[in-house]
């Protein structure tokens, strides 16, 4: 199995311009997970998707943040406009059956807004 | 969202010693899991503890759930230079919507 895949994996983007990160989960996992992680904060949950629905988006910090999942192998999470404090490694984490199981990562993104 | 306080957040000793970090709350959790990251990868899962007081070993690890289910400890015997990485707790909430991660302890063991 070639595990979570992450495009691309590095992005540096000026800010105001339009950042897209995108995932493909484990094939079979029915749950979605993106992570951003900082020194600051550490890991954080952004959003969670069972079944391609979205169940906890209660991390995405504002509206210019935006995640889709059109279909079960496939998620992106968009930011528009980026902001400098944006700058952070972001990770897609898929799971067999839910929350309480066991997230694969990917790789993560690694994202620099100048 | 129920908090976790790991400790200590940084570790530096020497080959064949042995540490704990510790991980806490004032929140139950349903389960506790525990990931180590190495740089420029995905935390990978090493032990998920499910029942209060629950002991679970790997190899020269040692997972504690807290009677409580509140608080975990991970303890590494003769640690190695391999056992360095960022090792990371996340509770799973009771309410069962998401994984809270600790802020992280990162571990370097020196030759």
């Known amino acids: 199995d070639a595990g979570v895949i992450q495009s691309p994996r590095h992005e540096v983007t000026e800010m105001g311009q339009e950042v897209t990160l995108r995932c493909k989960p484990i094939?079979?996992?029915?749950?979605l997970f993106w992570y951003r992680q900082t020194m600051m904060r550490g890991l954080e949950l952004l959003i969670y998707?069972?079944?391609?629905?979205?169940?906890?988006d209660s991390g995405m910090p504002e509206d210019r943040f935006s995640a889709k999942m059109p279909n079960a192998s496939f998620s992106t999470l968009k930011i528009q406009p980026s902001e400098p404090r944006d700058s952070a490694v972001y990770f897609c984490?898929?799971?067999?059956?839910?929350?309480?199981?066991?997230?694969?990562f990917g790789p993560g993104t690694r994202l620099t807004v100048l | 969202t129920q908090l976790l306080e790991q400790s200590p957040q940084f570790l530096s000793i020497q080959e064949g010693e042995n540490l704990t970090v510790y991980c806490n709350s004032s929140?139950?959790?349903?389960?506790l899991q525990w990931y180590r990251q190495e740089p420029g990868e995905g935390p990978v899962l090493l032990v998920t503890?499910?029942?209060?007081?629950e002991v679970k070993k790997l190899k020269r690890l040692t997972f504690q759930f807290g009677d409580a289910r509140k608080d975990s400890s991970l303890h590494i015997t003769a640690a190695q230079t391999g056992d360095t990485g960022l090792y990371l707790c996340?509770?799973?909430?009771?309410?069962?919507?998401?994984?809270?991660f600790g802020e992280g302890t990162q571990l370097t063991v020196n030759p």
């Open positions: 984490a898929s799971s067999a059956k839910g929350v309480g199981y066991e997230q694969f």
């Open positions: 503890v499910v029942t209060g007081g």
């Open positions: 998707f069972n079944n391609n629905v979205p169940i906890d």
């Open positions: 929140s139950v959790f349903s389960s």
């Open positions: 996340a509770g799973e909430e009771t309410s069962g919507s998401r994984l809270t």
């Open positions: 094939s079979g996992h029915n749950s």
